[in-house]
């Protein structure tokens, strides 16, 4: 069962406009969520991420919502730009420090 | 910087070969990870090590093993190849827990069983 669930496989926006990545989970329990980025032919990075007790958390052009109640986690990227085109994944932290990951959103920013 | 290095970054094996993926971490990290990487699927944990000569089965370890015997290298074993392992393959490294310190992956290895 996926725990982690991103329902848009690709998303394409325009450059300088805002992009937004969704995220819904399946347990309440989950208390840690991040977001990385990964580039083709290259390995995920840490982008940001968020703990239960907040519901906002934010750097630079990154921001990040939790809705706890909708178990619904989004990722804002405004304005985007073509460096940001790439597969974009959530992930929370489940069991003993142990990472699961979402299917992935690949991002283009078109010019 | 923290630096996780896989040696082979594209691999081609035949079926039923053994394979071995190597991965070092050069920051003292306690806990190291092997991911899969699949087109729609998003990357699934195969196996995790807290510890030198300790391992822990994540979400899909079947045809996998691995090995830790020094704290900086965690190998990935493919006993006998097949071709739904052809994939991307990643490790990672972090120290500590997950929430309060960052995972650092490596460039990732591409392997192709044919």
């Known amino acids: 069962d996926q725990q982690v669930k991103q329902n848009s496989p690709s998303l394409s926006v325009q450059e300088g406009r805002i992009s937004i990545l969704n995220c819904d989970y399946t347990n309440s329990m989950f208390d840690y969520f991040l977001w990385y980025k990964k580039y083709p032919a290259e390995g995920p990075t840490f982008l940001i991420s968020i703990s239960s007790i907040k519901d906002k958390n934010e750097d630079g052009r990154f921001t990040v919502f939790l809705n706890k109640s909708a178990k619904h986690l989004s990722l804002h990227i405004v304005p985007s730009q073509p460096g940001d085109s790439a597969v974009y994944f959530c992930a929370t932290v489940t069991g003993a420090n142990n990472l699961f990951f979402g299917t992935g959103t690949r991002l283009t920013v078109i010019p | 910087d923290v630096k996780v290095t896989q040696s082979s970054r594209y691999l081609v094996k035949r079926t039923g070969e053994k394979v071995f993926l190597e991965c070092v971490q050069d920051?003292?990290?306690?806990?190291m990870f092997w991911y899969r990487q699949d087109p729609g699927l998003g990357l699934r944990l195969i196996y995790f090590?807290?510890?030198?000569?300790?391992?822990e089965k994540g979400d899909i370890p079947e045809g996998y093993s691995v090995s830790r015997e020094k704290k900086e290298r965690f190998s990935l074993i493919l006993e006998s190849a097949s071709t739904n392992q052809t994939s991307m393959y990643l490790c990672a490294s972090t120290t500590g827990t997950i929430s309060r310190n960052t995972i650092y992956f490596g460039e990732g290895s591409w392997l192709t069983v044919v």
């Open positions: 090590s807290y510890d030198v000569k300790m391992k």
């Open positions: 920051m003292d990290h306690e806990n």
